[in-house]
RNA sequence: CGGGGUGUAGCACAGUUGGUAGCGCGCUACGUUCGGGACGUAGAGGUCGGAUGUUCGAGUCAUCUCACCCCGACCA
């Protein structure tokens, strides 16, 4: 039933949806573009949160919470910021409702008119940096380094489930630095700890990059990036970090004294993730049975499903079932018994793997009299039947594999849709079927665009590690430095 | 905001020239089943996205509107 479903070939948008649906991860709700997360998918997102909050207090970060609305004033001090965002805002102008006259429901107060409309966060470079304004005097007020844990709303013309809502959660870490240089590292280590996560943790690889100047966070003065390939061989941009440069100090007036008592401008950074993450994961490692999570994303590692006929047998298996769970849990595997009586075994196998966890273990009358269980690995799809003795450093074993596995083969797909490229007539015809592309570039927005309009490919970024090499632009066969990465996105 | 498509039971859909609202899955009860998405029998479930119009009569025709999906523009 799912095989008829989750269909690649036919459409791989409808598939995409059908997955997140059919593997109970989310939905659309009643408001335009927004989101539903549900339970199994929110479960997801917390094992990546908690990831990801080690890793930036690990690297000296602390959580803060600012507030939801920005006074309309705030946007209108950065230019460029303005430029970037203000077309796509959510804009409260009202604060009461009141009976409708011919009291059929609600309407809009209009004596409740806001003096000054408030928007809905974007991002909150301009509220944060009205407070920073406040925290910073001297030099021994910094750096400071805060991350903040929110939703966030842009009203983008076209949503798409996980990877472009209208509403999102991400968190934005906002950071402020008395020198130039230590700005640049900070931005530098945080696209570090993004490509490691989505390395390590997703099982995702990434190529780490800077922006072209066209392709920049509005108010940056770089923006680094990380890149990841989806399974259609589209790029799919996984986190950002911004090295704002002194552009934010500047628009709302935030000075230090230095050590030698001069008054000077701070040096910023702010960088993000978001709930995009799971779609990126979903689109990364799917198959047609369904979600293939890495373990160490999975809320569940592993499913035990007993095999039985008639109630004594069933408290049989699910009693051997609960001494694997011990033996597990010792080990820090979280392990979830299925002893629903209601839907029969080769349902839940089929449930099971549509969720993606890891590992899943069967036991009937023939493993209990063996003292074995069958196992199933979602990554490979194999079974084997292995002795209960010893099963928890076996699986403990395993789900390292998986992990490794998953990275491996996404990088080895990668690797296989990655070439380098030197003719832009051939570069016309392999963008058709995806995948990405090394390109000399003339480093010119103009050729950049035109790029853009004839083949829809964009500069995903221009690697951090590319080896230097002269070249000619595919295009203008104008001299060019190093090759830099074309791909259709989402 | 332009082009295309779809809105009918929880889900996925059919519904002919306008004439009593349908199938499958799921759900409920009982029975038989149970090592890869079981089967039988009996049931419950709908102001056909919304509004207006045409008509004796609208799921069906017309106008408007809303939502969702796809392709553009825009964007993380």
């Known amino acids: 039933m799912a095989k008829e479903v989750i269909n690649r070939e036919e459409n791989y948008s409808q598939w995409y949806n059908n997955l997140v649906v059919k593997a109970d991860l989310a939905e659309n709700s009643a408001v335009r573009g927004c989101m539903v997360i549900k339970p199994y998918g929110y479960a997801i997102w917390e ?43 959510a804009v409260v102008t009202h604060y009461r409702l009141k009976n409708s006259a011919d009291g059929t429901g609600v309407i809009v107060d209009p004596d409740a008119k806001l ?3 408030l928007i809905v966060r974007p991002t909150s470079e301009t509220i944060i940096w009205n407070t920073y304004k406040n925290w910073i005097q001297s030099y021994r007020d910094l750096p400071i380094l805060c991350n903040q844990w929110a939703n966030v709303v842009r009203w983008e013309m076209r949503t798409r489930l996980f990877l472009r809502t209208t509403e999102f959660l991400w968190q934005e870490g906002h950071t402020a630095h008395a020198s130039k240089q230590e700005a640049i590292d900070e931005a530098e280590k945080m696209i570090n700890v993004y490509a490691d996560f989505a390395k390590n943790y997703m099982g995702i690889p990434v190529i780490i990059g800077k922006k072209s100047e066209s392709e920049r966070f509005a108010g940056a003065v770089d923006t680094y ?35 030698d008592g001069n008054l000077e401008y701070v040096w910023a950074t702010s960088w993000g993730v978001s709930t995009r993450l799971m779609g990126a994961l979903i689109m990364a490692h799917s198959d047609n049975n369904g979600l293939v999570l890495p373990p160490k994303l999975a809320p569940v590692h592993v499913v035990i499903v007993p095999i039985y006929k008639g109630d004594d047998e069933l408290k049989q298996m699910c009693e051997r079932a609960e001494q694997i769970k011990k033996l597990l849990a010792a080990k820090n595997i979280v392990v979830k018994i299925d002893d629903r009586d209601n839907v029969r075994s080769g ?46 450093e076996y699986i403990s074993k395993l789900l ?4 490794n596995n998953i990275l491996a083969k996404a990088l080895k797909f990668r690797q296989q849709n990655t070439i380098k490229i030197d003719s832009y007539d051939e570069f016309k015809e392999k963008i058709e079927t995806g995948g990405f592309f090394l390109a000399h570039w003339d480093g010119t927005p103009e050729t ?3 790029i853009k309009e004839e083949t829809k490919a964009t500069i995903r970024c221009i ?5 230097v090499e002269e070249g000619k ?18």
């Open 225 to 259: 990036c990380i890149e990841a390939m989806m399974q259609d061989g589209k790029a799919l941009q996984a986190g950002t970090s911004h090295f704002l440069g002194q552009n934010f100090a500047k628009a709302f007036d935030v000075k230090y004294t230095s050590k």
């Open 115 to 117: 003096e000054e409309e």
């Open 400 to 403: 390292d594999e998986i992990q």
């Open 47 to 89: 094992k990546i949160q908690a990831a990801l909050d080690k890793m930036f207090k690990d690297t000296g970060h602390v959580n803060a919470y600012f507030p939801l609305f920005i006074p309309k004033s705030f946007f209108s001090k950065e230019a460029s910021h303005v430029e970037g965002f203000a077309k796509e805002c």
């Open 463 to 467: 690697p951090l590690d590319a080896e």
């Open 473 to 490: 632009c595919m295009v203008t066969g104008k001299p060019s430095k190093q090759r830099v990465i074309f791909a259709r996105a989402y």
């Open 347 to 392: 349902f839940k196998f089929a449930e099971h793997e549509l969720k993606g966890i890891p590992v899943r273990l069967a036991i009937g009358p023939r493993d209990y009299a063996n003292n074995t269980v069958e196992l199933a690995r979602r990554d490979t799809l194999e079974k084997c039947v292995v002795p209960v003795a010893g099963i928890d």
């Open 448 to 450: 950049e665009a035109k």
